[in-house]
């Protein structure tokens, strides 16, 4: 399949889709300069491995270490802009129903006009009370030049630390991210699985399910990974650049 041409029996099944689900990952963040879990730390923080910091044993080892390093997270993604795969993933929206389900903790579907049906692994704008669940407002950090450390706020109704509004590693999902998913997987004729290594359960049960209940399975990725056997198209290009010319062959006339 051309890096800018989608198949033609691909784009078939998406111009015939009445359900669509794009199920997004780190890959199609990385894009807009979003690092992942996968790429070193740089300035402040190249001397931490990511993955220890996004842990409950971090958090309750040092706390204004793991929320300094949340707000410069938030920070960083505010800084970036949604790319042409966010927006493309908009405009489809407009003219088909489609879900979006991603993996990804930043805002930038939103940002591009997207409404997420479900957000697997949290999000960096929703902190909530590491004690009562609380929802809590956090303003970002401004851009500044980060610190190691910073106290995170106090919960409104219990005065407990408000803690990052995403699932660490050893956290289940919640409940309702997960329901909203399957739902949507569940029902999907097309799902686009976009930016996303397949290493991560059980987020990467999804694809395997969506084809098990009939669905036709794309792969947008630039190289294979753990998900490919399951895809019924794999489109080896960035999301930045299949999405639009997916969505573009997709419109209606005059759309």
């Known amino acids: 399949m051309s890096p800018i041409e989608p198949d033609p029996v691909l784009l078939d099944a998406a111009r015939t889709a009445d359900r669509v689900v794009v199920f997004s990952g780190a890959g199609m963040s990385a894009e807009s300069g979003v690092p992942t879990f996968r790429d070193a730390l740089t300035g402040l923080w190249q001397r931490f491995d990511p993955t220890e910091l996004a842990t409950p044993q971090a958090w309750e080892r040092d706390r204004e270490l793991v929320w300094a390093w949340y707000q410069w997270r938030s920070a960083l993604v505010r800084r970036v802009q949604p790319n042409a795969g966010h927006r493309?993933?908009?405009?489809?929206?407009?003219?088909?129903?489609?879900?979006?389900?991603?993996?990804?903790?930043?805002?930038?579907?939103?940002?591009?006009?997207?409404d997420v049906a479900s957000h697997l692994h949290g999000s960096l704008f929703a902190p909530r009370c590491s004690a009562c669940g609380t929802a809590a407002h956090v303003d970002v950090?401004?851009?500044?030049?980060?610190?190691?450390?910073?106290?995170?706020?106090?919960?409104?109704?219990?005065?407990?630390?408000?803690?990052?509004?995403?699932?660490?590693?050893?956290?289940?999902?919640?409940?309702?991210?997960?329901?909203?998913?399957?739902?949507?997987?569940?029902?999907?004729?097309?799902?686009?699985?976009?930016?996303?290594?397949?290493?991560?359960?059980?987020a990467a049960e999804l694809p395997a399910r969506a084809a098990a209940s009939?669905?036709?399975?794309l792969e947008i990725n630039p190289e294979p990974t753990e998900l490919t056997a399951v895809a019924t198209h794999c489109w080896r290009a960035t999301a930045a650049k299949a999405l639009p010319a997916l969505v573009a062959a997709c419109a209606p006339a005059g759309g």
């Open 88 to 114: 493309a993933v908009a405009d489809w929206a407009r003219f088909a129903e489609l879900a979006v389900v991603t993996q990804n903790v930043d805002d930038l579907h939103e940002r591009a006009g997207s």
């Open 141 to 202: 950090m401004p851009d500044r030049v980060p610190v190691e450390r910073l106290s995170p706020p106090e919960c409104a109704a219990c005065g407990e630390a408000v803690r990052p509004g995403v699932v660490w590693f050893g956290e289940p999902l919640p409940r309702a991210a997960w329901d909203a998913a399957e739902d949507a997987v569940e029902g999907c004729d097309l799902m686009v699985v976009v930016g996303t290594s397949g290493m991560v359960y059980p």
């Open 214 to 217: 009939g669905a036709t399975v």
